[in-house]
């Protein structure tokens, strides 16, 4: 790990060099979740390079954080470079990689490669109702769906965001839900797997919002994000209610390491999450969609 090399003007184009970045900011999301907005260093050229390729990734798509001695973790964009100009990650610390990058400092330094990876359907969904669905962490890769639906309200339909949490104390983005949810025209409903004595909203797991709310199903794009087992209930639930399978939208999480599709790590029947996904329609996954281990 010691001799990585990253980005000089001879390799900028090369997807498998880090590109060096230095930590601007870290916000501390809950206990074990945070948000890291960084900014690329080096030469002219290499920051001119970064920015062009970051400030085109689209909502959806992830970038390979790397943490010198430690190795690298695939992690979702949390926010479009578009706006603030930095570069956006949100995740939790759930093991040595991501246990480092944690304990980054402002001023610190990471490589990162990217971004990879298909995006969320937004063109297809103009004209149409948005219904969001994430459970924990997995607002994290929606939200800046968000904010381009709200940035475009005018070209979409209602607005729905159904966020299911372990606890109170583990909600992500609790102002921006606020604000989120005082827009016209936008309905946000959270619930929690266990209650607290201070908690008057909902308690249940998040399919069972679904019944309740109010949308098109046949003039509707849906996109999901959490918990594998979670985002098969959803569809279920879905369905039920009369959503077409290529109108639904699952982003998938498999072990990725070279995030081009090379190494096979995250092969998933006969797709490469890093590659072909993460993000796919339900079509395209049903016949695999339940089976375990694979």
Not at 82 to 106: E, F, N, P, Q, Y
Not at 206 to 235: H, S, W
Not at 240 to 254: A, K, L, N, P, T
């Amino acid at each position: 790990m010691e001799d990585t090399i990253y980005n000089t003007e001879a390799t900028v184009a090369d997807p498998m060099v880090p590109t060096l970045y230095r930590v601007e900011s870290y916000v501390k999301e809950t206990s074990d979740t945070f948000t890291l907005a960084i900014s690329p260093t080096g030469s002219a050229l290499e920051v001119k390079t970064a920015n062009q390729k970051q400030l085109g990734a689209a909502p959806g798509q992830f970038n390979m954080l790397y943490v010198f001695g430690m190795g690298e973790v695939p992690i979702s964009i949390s926010a479009s470079p578009a706006v603030g100009g930095l570069l956006t990650h949100t995740t939790r610390d759930v093991g040595s990689v991501t246990k480092a990058l944690s304990a980054l400092k402002v001023g610190d330094m990471l490589g990162v490669r990217g971004p990879f990876g298909t995006p969320w359907p937004l063109e297809r969904a103009v004209g149409k109702d948005v219904v969001l669905v994430a459970g924990g962490i997995g607002l994290a890769p929606l939200r800046p769906v968000i904010h381009e639906l709200l940035a475009r309200r005018a070209d979409f339909g209602r607005l729905v965001v159904l966020y299911g949490s372990r606890s109170p104390a583990d909600i992500i983005f609790k102002n921006e839900l606020k604000k989120w949810k005082a827009q016209p025209g936008v309905i946000v409903y959270i619930t929690v797997d266990r209650g607290s004595s201070s908690w008057h909203g909902s308690v249940g797991v998040v399919t069972r919002l679904i019944p309740k709310i109010r949308f098109d199903p046949a003039n509707a794009i849906v996109m999901i994000c959490g918990p594998e087992i979670m985002m098969q209930y959803t569809v279920d639930a879905l369905k039920q209610r009369g959503v077409s399978g290529e109108d639904i939208y699952v982003s998938m999480e498999r072990n990725m390491k070279c995030a081009l599709g090379f190494c096979g790590h995250c092969q998933f029947g006969e797709h490469f999450i890093c590659k072909d996904g993460p993000v796919f329609t339900y079509d395209q996954l049903s016949s695999l969609f339940k089976k375990p281990e694979i």
